[in-house]
């Protein structure tokens, strides 16, 4: 985690030349960041190296968001040339260990993170790219192209793309919102500790179905969402919303969908990247994964994985593989 070359010049020119600067973290991606202290100020260096990484679509969701009344990280700097930026810094309260160390705050920061997706679905999508069947199915596929190899399953792919044809139908038909994509406990903050809900890692946001955020909030990959806290939060949503059984629907679809990928590309940050945490999370999304398959609308999907995932092979990656 040492500081990018190109950060003391960057810092320098737009008036930071005497900040102190603090590793923070880095994420699945190539993204790093870093807590930027001078004096009394601080902000957060974000290190989006190309090319692998580009900040412009950040930079571009955080400003729709800022102007449509969002907390989204205020754009201090930027050096598109080294893939820096300067954000404003929202702190470290993180809602998830915010919940995990006050259980009792569980329900009305869960309640204002649902009501954050109600007034951002209330707004025309941003101007990005419409989140497409085929896209979805690239997403989907992960799992077989990842996780089937990595537990000794030779999959069948053809059935399990036809699988998916049959019930994305209703994702395709509701008008499409901003979807960030990575709205969960990790990726919200509770600025300057208050209970304002800042919003990060946005920069794969896609105009699509409005369900897909709240799969990403209520099934959460990183921490434990009771289902009865899943259900109230959905019947929220849908309350204010006047959302009709068809969301219901696309709920669980996208959920299943969600979590096949998700399941794909933990098992890639492990065996492509190294990073070993990551299989352990696959038995929490699976148990998200089963659920979701329960719904009557999944049962193409649930019938190609009876036949070719046993519950015996649901699981850890790296546990099942013997590695």
């Not at 497409?132 to 996780?147: I, V």
């Not at 696959?282 to 979701?292: E, G, S, T």
């Not at 190609?304 to 590695?323: V, Y």
Request: glycine fraction near 6%; charged fraction near 25%; hydrophobic fraction near 45%.
């Amino acid at each position: 985690m040492n500081p990018p070359a190109a950060a003391p010049a960057f810092l320098s020119d737009i008036g930071w030349a005497q900040a102190q600067i603090l590793p923070l973290a880095g994420d699945a991606s190539f993204r790093r960041y870093f807590r930027i202290l001078d004096h009394d100020r601080s902000a957060i260096l974000m290190d989006a190296p190309p090319p692998h990484e580009d900040p412009r679509p950040f930079i571009d969701i955080a400003r729709w968001l800022t102007g449509k009344g969002f907390a989204a990280p205020e754009i201090l700097g930027e050096n598109l040339d080294h893939g820096l930026v300067l954000l404003q810094d929202f702190g470290d309260a993180r809602m998830r260990e915010t919940v995990d160390a006050a259980p009792e705050s569980e329900l009305r920061l869960y309640e204002a993170a649902v009501d954050l997706l109600v007034r951002l679905h209330a707004h025309e999508a941003a101007p990005v790219r419409p989140y497409s069947d085929a896209e979805y199915h690239r997403e989907a596929a992960l799992l077989t192209e990842w996780y089937c190899p990595a537990v000794g399953i030779e999959a069948d792919v053809a059935g399990y793309r036809a699988a998916w044809e049959q019930v994305l139908a209703p994702v395709r038909d509701a008008t499409p919102v901003t979807v960030l994509r990575d709205y969960h406990a990790e990726n919200i903050m509770l600025i300057e500790g208050s209970e304002t809900l800042g919003l990060l890692d946005f920069q794969d946001a896609l105009a699509g179905h409005p369900a897909y955020d709240l799969v990403s909030l209520l099934q959460d990959a990183r921490r434990d969402v009771p289902a009865d806290l899943e259900t109230a939060m959905l019947d929220r949503y849908r309350r204010i919303t006047g959302a009709d059984d068809a969301f219901d629907i696309a709920y669980h679809v996208l959920g299943a969908q969600r979590n096949a990928k998700i399941v794909g590309i933990f098992t890639r940050l492990w065996q492509r990247d190294g990073k070993q945490r990551y299989p352990t999370l696959c038995p929490r999304v699976w148990r998200y994964l089963n659920r979701d398959l329960a719904h009557p609308a999944l049962k193409p999907v649930a019938a190609w994985f009876e036949a070719n995932i046993p519950a015996r092979l649901r699981g850890d990656p790296m546990e099942l593989s013997g590695k």
